[in-house]
Structures are given as C-alpha cells and as structure tokens.
C-alpha cells in the first residue's frame, strides 16, 4: 500500500465553551447600554448593513438576523427599509415598509431577533436623488434640480413645501408601522450620500433659497424636525437613532469632521438617543483590507462624545476584542458597531464572552458580502460559508449535524476548499485523511495574502488551521502529491479532490476565446510566476512590462503594483472600461484606479489583445478594431485558469477499479471542479461536508424558496 507521505498535525481534543472563561479585561463590553426606552445587554451593535434578501427573500433575512441576535449581538438591524413608493432603488434589494403589507415579514424578523433577548433596529430610508425609482415609476425627489446618482438619465425635482410635509408624514408613518412591527430602535438616517436627509443637509445638492437652505441651521432644519416627529411618533417605546456621515472625505467640497459634521453634531447632540456615525459614501465607509485598517475611522468620529451624553456607535472592521475594549476605555464610541466581522462571524460576541477568542472568524475585508447586494442576491462570505444559507439550506454558522455513520474520507489538496472541507468533516464526526502536494497549507488563500495589501486573506488559512488543530480525528500530510495509482491504494472509501487550478497562458479569457498568436516561446508570465516563491519578478527582463488583465478582479491590479514597486516601467491593459472592472462591486475599483496611477503604472482600456510579437503587442480598440502597438518586454497574462483535474479524470477513468479499491465516491470540489472565487472555494468545501452521507437528487432543488404572494 502505498503510504501518505509528510508529518501530520498534532491532534489535541476540541475544547468546549463550558471549559473556557471570559478573560475579565472584556468584562466591559459586556455591560448594558441605555438607548432611550431601552437596554441592550451588551455592546455588541450589528449596524444596518445590506444583504441582498430585503423584502424579497424575507425569510432568509429574518433567520440571518436571528442567528446574529444567538451569537450575541445584543442589536441587530435590518438593511436600509425604503418608506415610499418613492424612495426605491430597484434593482437593489433592500427593505420596504411602505404600508401594511410589508409587516407580517417585518414582524418575523423582529421576533426572530427578541427570540435570543436581543434589540431589532429598522433603518427608515428615503433615498432621494439616489432613488431612481424604476419599479414605482414615481418621480425623484431631493432638495434641488440633480441628476439622480445611480447612472439612470433622470433627475430628481426640487421639492416644495407640500412635498416636505408629504415626506415628514410618511416618515412619521413608517416608524409608526416599525413600532406595530416589533422594532426597538426605528432610525433617522443621513449617510452614505444616499440618503434625502443628507443631500438636504449637503451644499453641493441644495441650493435651496428658503427656510430649507443656506445656512447650515437651515440645511439642518429637515433632520431636526423629522428626529422630532419620530420621537413623538414613537419614542415612548421605541429608541430613535441617528446615522450621520460626519465626514465625506471630499475635504472643503463636503462635510468634514473639523468643519460642518462636528458642527450639526452640536446643534443635534441630545435629541437622538444614539449616535451611529461613520464616514460617507458607502465606499469609503466599507473599505477593504487593501486600503484601510482595522479602527481607520477613529480619527473621523472620536470627537463626537465630547458633545453628547448620548451613547455613540461607530464601525471600522473590529475583530479584536483588546481594539474594541481600547475604543470603550478611550472614549470613542461606548458601543462596538460592526456589519463585515457580524457577517464573518456571527458568534463573535459570544466567543469573547466564552473565552473562545481564537475561535472567532475574523472579517478579511474582501468585500464579497458586499458584491451580493449589487448582484441583487443572498448575501455570501469568503470567511463564513453559511452566511444567507440559514433559511434556505438550514445552515448554521457553528453546528453541523453529525454524519449518519463514522466513514473515512481523503481530501486531496490543502487550498480553501479542502481546508474546509476537512474541518467541516472533521466536526461532523467523519475520519479524514488531508493531503497536500506542497510544504505549506493554504494553497491559493495564502500565496494571494502575500500580494500586496491582501495579507489578510490568509485568515482564511489560518483559522481554519487553528480549528483543525482541535479535532482529533483528522490527520494532515504536507509533501503528500498523490496519483490515480495512490488513492485507489488507499481504500478509503470517500475522495474529495480539492487540487485548485492553474492560471492559463494561452490568453484566453473573458473576450478572447482562442490562444494568442505569438505566446509560444515568447516572455509570457501567468500570476503563478509570481505567487509564492515561484521567482517571477527577478525573471522579468529589463524594458516594458504590460499586464494584460481579462479577468477583471483583484489579480491584474493587484500584479501591476507589485511589478512597478520593483522598478519596472508597467502598463495595464485591459479591455473592460474599468481597471480591475468587477471590484466595483466590492467598492474598492476606485481605490484600485488610484493606487495604480500613484505607482506609476500606464492605464490603457477599451483594448482587446490581438497579437504578440518579439518584443511588441497588437492590440485593438474593443469598439472600432482599430490597430494599434505598444513595445514590450514581457507580457503578463491575467485571464483565466485551468482546473487542475488530471488526477479526477484519471480515477473517473477507471471506475470499473473504485468497487475492487473500495472506493464508493470521487467529487472534484473548489477550483478543481470550476476555478472562481476563494469565498466559492470555501462555500464548495463546506456543501461537500454538509452534503457528505445525503441522497442527493440532481432534479430536486437543493434548497428552499420563499413563496410567491400575489398582491
């Protein structure tokens, strides 16, 4: 029998919350916080945050908060909830309370958030200029004459007095209807430039010359009267809390936290009975790890306690409790807000109050929560691979039904997949065996966390070990590349071949279909030249290098800054009309853009590779086909990978062996099957353990839907 080769992990017994003990330093953030009429049990604020479900998929929204409020969340809040019919922002997927109908889902999701003893808060929203309102077809709406900022050719109207009054008296009324709804904290919101109460507020969206603008006093008129109509609507029983871009880092052009954000949290400082502030737009308040650190908006919402007595909540991608216990101890905001680490790990708050902290899921900042929101579809996370999988596949995000029957399972490959894979296998009782070609764990998850600025993805790697460490029925190899010849050895009963992919350099891509002429034998790098200790940079020659990205995430990018840091003159070429096109979608392409001019590095879009030459590309316009050339040293090819399969399709080949070997199932998992992203990675790991002993019918959905209500 041929043996697995490589040293295996030290199995040490998994540990039991019931064994563990708060560390006492966290003791305070587990104290209750006053909010108005009401009380959270502890610090733990899960703030507004989009998740792609809303008034759609209002049954898988209700469960995903309702497992937060379990981990311990001590508020949990819905996504923006739109009040009118002309407030919406289809095709995004939001909330809507905009009559009665919306309350039956709004009351599900409250007593599922109440079931674990915790506050449910509703994000009132009118969106204003931001709404383009293509399903209700209702005209826009903002202080003054704009072109509405969503890329639709229409503009919002200014508003006059009656539409003023009109939108107070829906506002009053939604948070009417949020109080029958069960909430506890009903929301004035002005942030994230999408919000008709910020562009009020803002001087380069109201030029009004009335009561309702100039001043700031006046700019600030409509919030001041609309807090005040919804305390009196309903703050006998309901806490009413303001969210406020103090800053919207445009410097003089907008509002900054030295300047007129410091100045209406003045003027408003006691009405609210909270604060939630952050920074303005979207984008930058959810930066990714790439371009912002843990607590970055510290420094824009530390003044705010020095001018309430209110409580105050503030977010910048917290995963450390000591960081979390810091900002209390020093003043910054008395309750840890978060939306990325709540959707990483929803068990956050109770892994600190365990004493379990290094089971805690940490965020990476990738943002592919976010990417669901714009797709208009569940929510998905690289970290948290059951994250909008709660309702519709009965997922949860720490328990995992144990398997039928304690069988043997070989996991090929130590990428995310199979990482978690194992893990998951591992917690369901099952004995698995983990191989890994290579000498270190993490495949993919860690040689891409040593690009630049994406050092935290390798968490993906690490927690996963750290958890693997506890089980005792897993046995991990490294150095083991195994063949067809070495699993049929084996006779372990079930392979799971999780072997990733491999990036190609024949040029095809996303627009080009057939191999590029001239690659043969020329100066041509895949970004597996260039991951790990692959020596790529110190083979690049002297001259121009083009990176050439048809893929159009992070990788192009992310390669072009890497190579111009080194020396190198750097053109990007891509035939998107956006550099790293897709990471629109997680709000950081702009980020992406800039980075890249300050490295140095040439952008040339709108062009499609036609040919490689010596030392010259062709290329052509996307639009017209008209030719061009750029010199080129070397030529870096970022567009689409291979699975790498050899090893699946030599075993499929010789299934007539598998009954003889003992084997009774191969599946391909991860990139091995079909390459894509490392939170699709992780989500095929962990439906291979959840699907692992099911019968399993390929013309059976594999999960439930929400039923479909005629109006």
Same mark, same amino acid.
């Given at each position: 029998?041929?043996?697995?080769?490589?040293?295996?992990?030290?199995?040490?017994?998994?540990?039991?919350?019931?064994?563990?003990?708060?560390?006492?330093?966290?003791?305070?953030?587990?104290?209750?916080?006053?909010?108005?009429?009401?009380?959270?049990?502890?610090?733990?604020?899960?703030?507004?945050?989009?998740?792609?479900?809303?008034?759609?998929?209002?049954?898988?929204?209700?469960?995903?908060?309702?497992?937060?409020?379990?981990?311990?969340?001590?508020?949990?809040?819905?996504?923006?909830?739109?009040?009118?019919?002309?407030?919406?922002?289809?095709?995004?997927?939001?909330?809507?309370?905009?009559?009665?109908?919306?309350?039956?889902?709004?009351?599900?999701?409250?007593?599922?958030?109440?079931?674990?003893?915790? &506050?449910?808060?509703?994000?009132?929203?009118?969106?204003?200029?931001?709404?383009?309102?293509?399903?209700?077809?209702?005209?826009?709406?903002?202080?003054?004459?704009?072109?509405?900022?969503?890329?639709?050719?229409?503009?919002?109207?200014?508003?006059?007095?009656?539409?003023? $009054?009109?939108?107070?008296?829906?506002?009053?009324?939604?948070?009417?209807? $949020?109080?029958?709804?069960?909430?506890?904290?009903?929301?004035?919101?002005?942030?994230?430039?999408?919000?008709?109460?910020?562009?009020?507020?803002?001087?380069?969206?109201?030029?009004?010359?009335?009561?309702?603008?100039?001043?700031?006093?006046?700019?600030?008129?409509?919030?001041?009267?609309?807090?005040?109509?919804?305390?009196?609507?309903?703050?006998?029983?309901?806490?009413?809390?303001?969210?406020?871009?103090?800053?919207?880092?445009?410097?003089?052009?907008?509002?900054?936290?030295?300047?007129?954000?410091?100045?209406?949290?003045?003027?408003?400082?006691?009405?609210?009975?909270?604060?939630?502030?952050?920074?303005?737009?979207?984008?930058?308040?959810?930066?990714?790890?790439?371009?912002?650190?843990?607590?970055?908006?510290?420094?824009?919402?530390?003044?705010?306690?020095?001018?309430?007595?209110?409580?105050?909540?503030?977010?910048?991608?917290?995963?450390?409790?000591?960081?979390?216990?810091?900002?209390?101890?020093?003043?910054?905001?008395?309750?840890?807000?978060?939306?990325?680490?709540?959707?990483?790990?929803?068990?956050?708050?109770?892994?600190?109050?365990?004493?379990?902290?290094?089971?805690?899921?940490?965020?990476?900042?990738?943002?592919?929560?976010?990417?669901?929101?714009?797709?208009?579809?569940?929510?998905?996370?690289?970290?948290?691979?059951?994250?909008?999988?709660?309702?519709?596949?009965?997922?949860?995000?720490?328990?995992?039904?144990?398997?039928?029957?304690?069988?043997?399972?070989?996991?090929?490959?130590?990428?995310?997949?199979?990482?978690?894979?194992?893990?998951?296998?591992?917690?369901?009782?099952?004995?698995?065996?983990?191989?890994?070609?290579?000498?270190?764990?993490?495949?993919?998850?860690?040689?891409?966390?040593?690009?630049?600025?994406?050092?935290?993805?390798?968490?993906?790697?690490?927690?996963?070990?750290?958890? &693997?460490?506890?089980?005792?029925?897993?046995?991990?190899?490294?150095?083991?590349?195994?063949?067809?010849?070495?699993?049929?050895?084996?006779?372990?009963?079930?392979?799971?071949?999780?072997?990733?992919?491999?990036?190609?350099?024949?040029?095809?891509?996303?627009?080009?279909?057939?191999?590029?002429?001239?690659?043969?034998?020329?100066?041509?790098?895949?970004?597996?030249?260039?991951?790990?200790?692959?020596?790529?940079?110190?083979?690049?020659?002297?001259?121009?290098?083009?990176?050439?990205?048809?893929?159009?995430?992070?990788?192009?990018?992310?390669?072009?800054?890497?190579?111009?840091?080194?020396?190198?003159?750097?053109?990007?070429?891509?035939?998107?009309?956006?550099?790293?096109?897709?990471?629109?979608?997680?709000?950081?392409?702009?980020?992406?853009?800039?980075?890249?001019?300050?490295?140095?590095?040439?952008?040339?879009?709108?062009?499609?590779?036609?040919?490689?030459?010596?030392?010259?590309?062709?290329?052509?316009?996307?639009?017209?086909?008209?030719?061009?050339?750029?010199?080129?040293?070397?030529?870096?090819?970022?567009?689409?990978?291979?699975?790498?399969?050899?090893?699946?399709?030599?075993?499929?080949?010789?299934?007539?062996?598998?009954?003889?070997?003992?084997?009774?199932?191969?599946?391909?998992?991860?990139?091995?099957?079909?390459?894509?992203?490392?939170?699709?990675?992780?989500?095929?790991?962990?439906?291979?353990?959840?699907?692992?002993?099911?019968?399993?019918?390929?013309?059976?959905?594999?999960?439930?839907?929400?039923?479909?209500?005629?109006?």
């Amino acid at each position: 029998m041929v043996r697995v080769t490589g040293a295996s992990f030290d199995s040490r017994p998994r540990r039991t919350a019931k064994s563990l003990m708060r560390d006492p330093r966290y003791d305070i953030l587990f104290e209750p916080v006053r909010i108005g009429p009401v009380t959270a049990r502890n610090r733990f604020y899960q703030v507004p945050h989009c998740c792609g479900m809303g008034y759609r998929y209002p049954s898988s929204s209700a469960a995903m908060r309702g497992v937060k409020a379990e981990g311990g969340w001590a508020v949990v809040c819905t996504e923006e909830a739109e009040i009118h019919p002309s407030a919406e922002v289809a095709p995004f997927v939001e909330n809507r309370i905009w009559d009665a109908q919306d309350l039956p889902h709004l009351k599900a999701l409250t007593e599922a958030v109440h079931a674990h003893g915790s &506050l449910a808060g509703i994000e009132l929203v009118h969106n204003g200029q931001h709404a383009a309102n293509h399903y209700s077809r209702e005209v826009p709406l903002g202080p003054s004459h704009r072109v509405i900022d969503n890329g639709a050719p229409l503009q919002a109207r200014a508003m006059d007095g009656t539409d003023i $009054a009109n939108l107070r008296r829906w506002h009053r009324k939604a948070a009417l209807r $949020a109080k029958e709804a069960g909430f506890d904290i009903v929301y004035v919101y002005a942030g994230h430039d999408m919000s008709l109460l910020q562009h009020f507020l803002s001087r380069r969206h109201n030029d009004r010359a009335d009561e309702y603008g100039g001043s700031l006093e006046n700019r600030v008129r409509l919030i001041r009267e609309i807090l005040i109509d919804t305390k009196e609507a309903v703050g006998d029983r309901c806490a009413v809390a303001f969210r406020f871009a103090v800053d919207e880092l445009l410097g003089a052009d907008g509002i900054t936290a030295e300047g007129e954000g410091h100045d209406v949290v003045a003027l408003l400082a006691e009405l609210p009975d909270l604060w939630d502030v952050n920074v303005s737009t979207w984008m930058n308040d959810s930066q990714t790890a790439r371009f912002a650190e843990e607590g970055y908006q510290e420094r824009y919402i530390k003044f705010v306690k020095s001018l309430t007595t209110k409580p105050v909540v503030g977010v910048g991608r917290y995963t450390s409790p000591d960081a979390m216990v810091r900002v209390v101890k020093q003043g910054i905001m008395d309750m840890i807000g978060a939306a990325r680490p709540s959707i990483a790990d929803p068990f956050l708050p109770r892994k600190i109050e365990e004493g379990r902290i290094d089971d805690i899921r940490e965020c990476i900042g990738c943002n592919i929560c976010v990417t669901g929101d714009d797709v208009s579809s569940p929510i998905r996370c690289t970290q948290n691979p059951t994250m909008g999988e709660e309702w519709r596949r009965g997922w949860h995000p720490e328990t995992i039904p144990a398997a039928k029957q304690r069988e043997r399972v070989l996991i090929v490959g130590g990428g995310p997949a199979g990482l978690e894979a194992a893990r998951a296998c591992g917690q369901r009782g099952l004995e698995v065996v983990l191989a890994e070609a290579g000498e270190t764990w993490g495949g993919r998850a860690l040689t891409e966390s040593r690009l630049p600025g994406l050092s935290s993805w390798g968490r993906v790697k690490d927690w996963r070990l750290g958890q &693997l460490h506890k089980l005792a029925n897993v046995e991990m190899f490294l150095a083991s590349a195994l063949t067809a010849d070495d699993i049929l050895s084996y006779g372990i009963p079930h392979v799971a071949l999780a072997t990733g992919a491999t990036w190609r350099r024949d040029g095809i891509g996303l627009t080009r279909h057939r191999p590029l002429a001239g690659v043969a034998g020329a100066a041509v790098f895949t970004p597996d030249d260039f991951l790990g200790d692959a020596g790529g940079l110190d083979r690049l020659p002297a001259g121009p290098i083009v990176v050439y990205d048809d893929e159009g995430y992070v990788m192009g990018g992310v390669l072009a800054e890497l190579i111009a840091k080194r020396g190198h003159d750097v053109t990007l070429v891509t035939p998107a009309a956006l550099v790293s096109a897709w990471t629109a979608r997680a709000l950081d392409q702009p980020f992406i853009h800039r980075r890249l001019v300050e490295c140095g590095v040439t952008l040339q879009l709108n062009c499609l590779l036609a040919g490689y030459a010596s030392d010259r590309l062709d290329l052509a316009c996307v639009y017209s086909g008209a030719p061009s050339q750029r010199d080129c040293a070397a030529l870096v090819l970022v567009t689409a990978r291979l699975p790498n399969e050899q090893v699946c399709l030599d075993l499929m080949a010789r299934k007539a062996e598998w009954i003889d070997a003992g084997i009774r199932s191969v599946t391909a998992i991860g990139d091995c099957r079909a390459p894509a992203t490392i939170a699709a990675a992780v989500f095929a790991g962990h439906r291979y353990a959840r699907d692992f002993g099911e019968t399993l019918d390929p013309d059976v959905v594999p999960f439930k839907r929400e039923a479909i209500v005629a109006e």
